[in-house]
């Protein structure tokens, strides 16, 4: 697979997406997922422009940080265990999957001196195979981070249902996309909730549709998973 050529495609979709709901294309990040993929081939795709990479596990990303350029941006995507949050300190710009307010607290109280970027997930499918807030609880857990020290709620995640049936696709973003608008509208939270992570791979065309700014796209730049 022809890494710059997969990265010049998904760029082009997320260019014609965006110009179907008249958005500006370079509102959206693309994120490169790049759990179990090569430190070469992450290279390739540093190379061919892109400094945001998301990594699922915590012992990978450690062992690929040190390896990558130093200007890379590491996103820590996959589920944090608590016992893992000290190896976060200082590594990740941003922590995407905030399940619930209790690990938030957990990571407010190691941060220490620093202050770490975080998205809160949410749960838009009800699927008891996924993690996230409940909708309903999203307006309240968000109140909640807004006020502990050394966090700052940046915006909502979630993952698309697992379903071919595009109505619930499509559902599932524009509920997250509704949360994300109720609680920007709070002054406390400032202008710094500003990110609205959804889509993947599979999807991020209609999540970029319903208002997205942040794509996961892993398998159509660097091919399946081994």
Do not use: C
Request: proline letters at 4%.
């Amino acid at each position: 697979m022809d890494i710059q050529n997969q990265i010049h495609d998904i760029q082009k979709r997320i260019q014609d997406s965006a110009a179907r709901v008249g958005r500006n294309p370079s509102d959206i990040l693309l994120l490169a997922v790049s759990k179990t993929v090569s430190s070469d081939n992450i290279q390739k795709a540093y190379d061919a422009g892109l400094k945001d990479f998301g990594e699922n596990r915590m012992q990978e990303a450690l062992e690929k940080i040190p390896l990558l350029p130093w200007d890379v941006r590491w996103h820590m995507i996959g589920q944090l265990q608590t016992n893992k949050i000290n190896k976060t300190l200082g590594r990740f710009v941003l922590i995407h999957s905030i399940d619930s307010p209790e690990l938030a607290q957990a990571v407010s109280k190691r941060q220490g001196d620093l202050t770490q970027d975080v998205l809160l997930e949410v749960n838009t499918s009800g699927e008891p195979s996924k993690s996230g807030v409940d909708p309903a609880q999203t307006l309240l857990a968000a109140q909640t981070l807004s006020r502990l020290p050394h966090l700052k709620l940046k915006g909502l995640m979630t993952v698309g249902p697992l379903t071919e049936n595009i109505s619930k696709q499509r559902d599932a973003f524009k509920k997250l996309k509704e949360l994300f608008e109720q609680i920007g509208s709070k002054k406390s939270l400032g202008d710094s909730f500003s990110i609205l992570s959804m889509g993947m791979s599979g999807d991020f065309e209609m999540a970029i549709e319903e208002g997205s700014t942040l794509v996961r796209v892993g398998s159509a730049i660097f091919g399946a998973r081994a």
